[in-house]
């Protein structure tokens, strides 16, 4: 995953008094809704078994590997999958075959909640400091998010339904970004960024025509040990009412110490794109680090492994997210 910061850090004073900005504080529900229960060692599983593919690069046999694995998963999950092939070039002049994999349940149903994440690899570990040129697992970095959405549809799919249908799309060619710290070549006409490619290409060529949803949620960097989830500037400035119907389901469901009442600086992300170009409001969840920003140590390096992956992370993040669906009226 690449982060690259938008806007500054916001003090939450500032915040506040940009009164556009500030999320909603939800009300408890006034309903008891039975929610699944999210399994923190079957998302694990599936984290670990997108990393024994190797890494999920574009072009590669590990990356045809894993999308033939989600595809079937999600379909004996009872999805309704749709794959989108498309090609798209990268700053260093490489030509991707590259696939969004979109899986819908309760398709009879017009009200829509977007859940997303990313599933490739990025090709370097360009912020390592032994070998640049090497591969990683991206355990966090993709795998994570990915591992909590197979969890989600494995309930999706079983005997109870939320009330809204509910799409859950994987973007490809997030992570062939330029490498860090060299100057950005030019971009071609009408792309706008070497990131998110996957995401950009949708946003422009949804699955399904006038195709959108009541919200979305994006996540990224989800899995490792101890993190933090703070309200990320573009999912305030988008969708501030989601970032407060997240964050105040988290908290009501002890998840407080994860997902972090505090206001940080904008990155671009897939959800900007979806904000932007798709006109679907989206938020992020995604791993904050006070002192150090959107990364660990580990980002973009041989690091991201499975010993970054916690149990206990992941189910937070899935325990928040299906209580926030199967809530939604």
Same mark, same amino acid.
């Given at each position: ?5 938008? =806007? /500054?850090? #916001? @003090? ?6 940009? !009164?556009?900005? *500030? $999320? ?121 998010? =990915? /591992?909590? #959405? @197979? ?6 799919? !079983?005997?109870? *339904? $939320? ?167």
């Amino acid at each position: 995953m690449f982060h690259r910061v938008v =806007v /500054g850090i #916001l @003090l939450a004073t500032l915040v506040a008094a940009c !009164g556009g900005k *500030k $999320p909603k504080e939800e009300e408890r529900p006034s309903r008891v809704v039975n929610v699944p229960k999210f399994v923190g060692d079957s998302a694990y599983f599936f984290v670990e078994k997108q990393v024994k593919f190797g890494p999920r690069v574009p072009n590669t046999l590990g990356h045809q590997n894993a999308a033939r694995f989600l595809i079937n998963r999600l379909k004996q999950y009872g999805a309704k999958v749709i794959e989108q092939d498309f090609e798209a070039s990268t700053f260093d002049n490489q030509k991707l075959q590259l696939k969004n994999i979109v899986a819908s349940y309760n398709l009879g149903l017009q009200k829509r909640i977007l859940l997303a994440a990313h599933w490739d690899t990025r090709p370097f570990a360009d912020k390592d400091n032994g070998n640049r040129n090497a591969p990683f697992d991206g355990a966090n970095d993709g795998a994570s998010g =990915v /591992g909590v #959405l @197979l969890e989600v549809a494995r309930h999706l799919g !079983g005997q109870s *339904k $939320p009330t809204v249908g509910v799409d859950i799309i994987l973007f490809d060619g997030e992570d062939w970004g330029e490498r860090d710290g060299e100057k950005q070549p030019s971009l071609p006409d009408g792309q706008a960024s070497w990131w998110c490619l996957g995401s950009q290409h949708w946003a422009k060529n949804k699955h399904q025509k006038n195709y959108s949803a009541h919200y979305g949620i994006l996540l990224d960097m989800v899995g490792a040990n101890r993190s933090q989830f703070f309200r990320e500037e573009v999912s305030l400035e988008y969708a501030g009412q989601t970032v407060g119907k997240v964050w105040d389901a988290a908290a009501r469901l002890g998840y407080s110490d994860y997902f972090v009442k505090q206001n940080v600086a904008g990155i671009t992300d897939d959800h900007l794109f979806v904000n932007q170009l798709a006109k679907i409001p989206m938020i992020d969840i995604v791993h904050y680090q006070a002192g150090i920003g959107f990364f660990g140590d580990y980002h973009h390096t041989t690091k991201d492994n499975m010993s970054l992956i916690s149990k206990e992370t992941l189910e937070a993040v899935g325990v928040t997210l299906l209580n926030v669906v199967y809530y939604e009226e």
